[in-house]
């Protein structure tokens, strides 16, 4: 898992940004935007550090919000009811999924 250790080591570091470069030189328009909803104060400190090493144009995409904020950009109609939405929620399964794939 992640843990800010991580952060201080320099060879972690080092693998970190260049997993970044890679992911932004290969993938450059893979991400149209994210929606980071009521993330704790703990993400966005992280995220002050990581950013630092994204390409501006991939942090453009990347919005720090609350719920109140999300229709701005989601129709309420594809959110759950917890996040502001009216999507109703999924029945929970009650066959094991072998039993519900059809071939």
């Not at 470069?21 to 104060?41: D, F, G, H, S």
């Not at 309420?76 to 999507?87: D, F, I, M, Q, R």
Request: glycine share 4%; with cysteine; proline share 6%.
């Amino acid at each position: 898992g992640f843990s800010t250790s991580l952060v201080f080591n320099s060879n972690a570091r080092q693998m970190i940004r260049k997993l970044i470069y890679v992911a932004q030189a290969q993938y450059p328009e893979r991400l149209r935007k994210v929606l980071l909803v009521n993330a704790p104060y703990g993400f966005s400190a992280a995220w002050s550090l990581v950013s630092a090493l994204l390409d501006e144009k991939t942090v453009s995409k990347i919005n720090f919000c609350t719920i109140s904020d999300i229709a701005k950009d989601v129709d309420l109609s594809c959110l759950p009811a917890e996040y502001g939405g009216t999507h109703a929620e999924y029945p929970v399964p009650t066959k094991p999924l072998l039993d519900q794939i059809q071939l």
